[in-house]
């Protein structure tokens, strides 16, 4: 799930046809930035996926997760309904966890004092969170691992990953390796107006022969290909 598409198919076609997921940002008002655009997670909803009363426990960021990680299951033929149990591991990478908890915790704080601040900010905002929260889900009791190096940490999961199998971790069958990356939050957002392009028309997709061939090879890699 990422701004191309919410599933394999829809986000490799509009891939392969050098379409962009960069747009206007919807999901807060924008008036008062110079940047008005960003890669947004498109015709997701949460409440309609896990329900109000679950959604509202968790960051944006594990909703994702859950979301992401149930597809991946099923296009592995396993079965999200029952438990994954010890023989399964997760490996997941995170740029910075929940950051909208983290920017709401604070804004509580600074408008309402420190009681008002949701008791369960921690274990939103924690990067480890989204991990967490999918073991639970899917019954994942092997090791779990979170990874926090910035963009580089879903490349960094999967290395991680083929690790653990290459040196021979033998109570785990099979490993699950992912990648979260939600910082489409306000305050957030405003701290990175200052390093973005500042118009929409400066995000160029680079297509030449090398770029998608180079591309491709990284891909490739990276998926076990």
């Avoid at 915790?105 to 420190?114: C, H, K, N, Q, S």
Wanted: with cysteine; charged share 20%.
């Amino acid at each position: 799930i990422n701004p191309l598409g919410n599933n394999v198919t829809d986000s490799w076609e509009k891939l392969i046809n050098g379409i962009s997921g960069i747009d206007y940002i919807n999901s807060f008002d924008t008036e008062d930035l110079p940047v008005k655009f960003a890669g947004e997670v498109k015709d997701f909803d949460a409440n309609e996926y896990m329900g109000k009363q679950h959604a509202r426990k968790l960051d944006r960021s594990a909703h994702l997760s859950i979301f992401a990680t149930e597809q991946a299951l099923r296009d592995a033929n396993l079965n999200t309904e029952e438990r994954l149990g010890s023989n399964v591991g997760i490996v997941f990478g995170t740029g910075i966890g929940g950051i909208g908890a983290t920017e709401n915790a604070v804004r509580t704080y600074d408008e309402r004092g420190a009681s008002r601040i949701n008791p369960l900010a921690i274990t939103q905002l924690m990067p480890n969170s989204s991990t967490g929260q999918v073991a639970i889900k899917f019954g994942i009791e092997g090791p779990s691992l979170t990874i926090t190096t910035a963009c580089a940490a879903s490349a960094n999961a999967v290395g991680e990953a083929k690790n653990l199998i290459e040196n021979g971790i033998d109570y785990t069958d099979i490993k699950r390796e992912w990648g979260s990356y939600d910082t489409i939050a306000n305050g957030y957002f405003s701290f990175t107006n200052f390093i973005l392009p500042l118009k929409i028309s400066e995000c160029i997709l680079i297509t030449s022969d090398f770029h998608m061939e180079r591309a491709k090879e990284i891909f490739s890699y990276f998926s076990g290909y």
